[in-house]
């Protein structure tokens, strides 16, 4: 059913090297980045950051949430992952829900954006429960359209 761990580097440089395409092009049209050095600012700048690890220990998500700066009680929510995703697609959803709660319980609001062009990606937003927001942002050093994409505390 696979597990989730705390991750290494070794996590970090699999995903990296592994990443999804659509998860390759948000983050060089959000933050102008190469997978590796996202990755490791992404979990250098979150107060959670964990790895979905399948059966076999194989990392295929790395995920986190990282205080927004400026803005107490907002947390930014991140998931990259490698095309093992999509066969280990159930225990990431149902796993997600539970850490998308353990976020919540650290931030009153969490608040991202995302590429129009990562429909999978939109697809997990929806799924955890998030509002997505019904207009495009020119967002990141691409200007690309992304949405942005929040949730409150209950």
């Not at 490791?40 to 990392?59: E, H, I, K, Q, W």
Request: proline letters at 6%; glycine letters at 6%.
């Amino acid at each position: 059913m696979g597990s989730v761990v705390r991750p290494t580097r070794k996590h970090i440089e699999h995903v990296a090297c592994h990443m999804r395409q659509s998860d390759r092009d948000e983050v060089m049209a959000s933050v102008g980045m190469y997978p590796l050095p996202a990755l490791m600012m992404s979990v250098t700048d979150s107060n959670r950051t964990y790895a979905m690890l399948t059966d076999d220990g194989t990392p295929f998500v790395l995920f986190g949430v990282a205080p927004l700066a400026g803005h107490p009680g907002v947390g930014v929510p991140w998931l990259l992952a490698t095309d093992d995703v999509v066969n280990n697609r159930i225990f990431c959803l149902k796993t997600s829900l539970r850490y998308v709660k353990e976020f919540l319980e650290d931030y009153e609001i969490l608040l991202n954006f995302v590429d129009v062009r990562n429909r999978l990606s939109i697809e997990w937003i929806k799924w955890c429960g998030f509002q997505i927001a019904d207009y495009r942002h020119e967002f990141g050093v691409g200007k690309l359209p992304f949405l942005q994409f929040s949730m409150m505390r209950p």
